[in-house]
């Protein structure tokens, strides 16, 4: 299913997801900007971050998506890139980052264990760092997969104290998946920078 997702969106040359693209846009040059991807994919987002000259750790727990960042990394970009193949339920840890980076990956952390992971991810975001992403609301289609994690307005929101919203958009409507099924999208999407005081 993965491999199919991934060529779709290399043959479509899709941009980086919105709410990178404006974190981005935040973030002015800084030496050693250390970034992580969770569930990077086929590396489009990852892509973004490097040419902006940050380190980028990409984590996903499908090993194609490593072939992938092999194939198409320029060599400037290789000593300044790491690959995780690691699910995010097998993450104990994860290393101090000034971004974190989850383009429609985190609603597929099993709900049992997304307290854990997002617990990591508040307490590996340095002070003033920055996320970006999505999470899927409880009106989406796909709402009914129990090996999946949804929220409402007031969950999401929760997940961000400590945090300054700085981008919030929640949109509910019909479209489409990459594979071209029909589907209703109900995402929240996110950019949030990290209070100063906040551990």
């Known amino acids: 299913m993965w491999k199919a997702h991934y060529d779709k969106i290399k043959k479509e040359k899709h941009p980086p997801a919105y709410t990178l693209s404006q974190t981005l846009n935040l973030i002015s040059s800084k030496d050693k900007f250390k970034a992580i991807d969770l569930g990077c994919g086929n590396g489009i987002d990852?892509?973004?971050?490097?040419?902006?000259?940050?380190?980028?750790?990409?984590?996903?727990?499908?090993?194609?998506?490593?072939?992938?960042?092999?194939?198409?990394?320029?060599?400037?970009d290789m000593v300044r890139l790491n690959f995780q193949n690691s699910s995010f339920e097998s993450l104990d840890e994860l290393p101090s980052a000034d971004l974190v980076n989850a383009s429609f990956s985190l609603p597929f952390c099993h709900p049992h264990q997304f307290e854990k992971l997002w617990l990591n991810i508040i307490n590996c975001i340095s002070p003033e760092g920055f996320f970006c992403g999505?999470?899927?609301?409880?009106?989406?289609?796909?709402?009914?997969?129990?090996?999946?994690?949804?929220?409402?307005?007031?969950?999401?929101?929760?997940?961000?104290?400590?945090?300054?919203?700085?981008?919030?958009?929640?949109?509910?409507?019909?479209?489409?998946?990459?594979?071209?099924?029909?589907?209703?999208?109900?995402?929240?999407?996110?950019?949030?920078?990290?209070?100063?005081?906040?551990?």
């Not at 380190?55 to 400037?76: C, E, G, R, T, Y």
């Not at 489409?176 to 551990?199: D, I, P, Q, R, Y």
């Open 46 to 76: 990852t892509f973004a971050m490097l040419e902006k000259g940050f380190d980028v750790l990409a984590i996903d727990k499908d090993s194609n998506a490593q072939l992938l960042l092999q194939k198409q990394i320029s060599p400037k």
């Open 134 to 199: 999505h999470f899927f609301g409880s009106k989406d289609s796909w709402s009914s997969n129990s090996d999946m994690t949804f929220h409402n307005l007031q969950t999401v929101k929760k997940l961000f104290e400590g945090f300054e919203l700085l981008y919030f958009e929640e949109t509910a409507k019909n479209g489409k998946t990459l594979s071209g099924k029909e589907k209703f999208w109900h995402v929240f999407h996110v950019v949030a920078k990290k209070h100063h005081s906040t551990k």
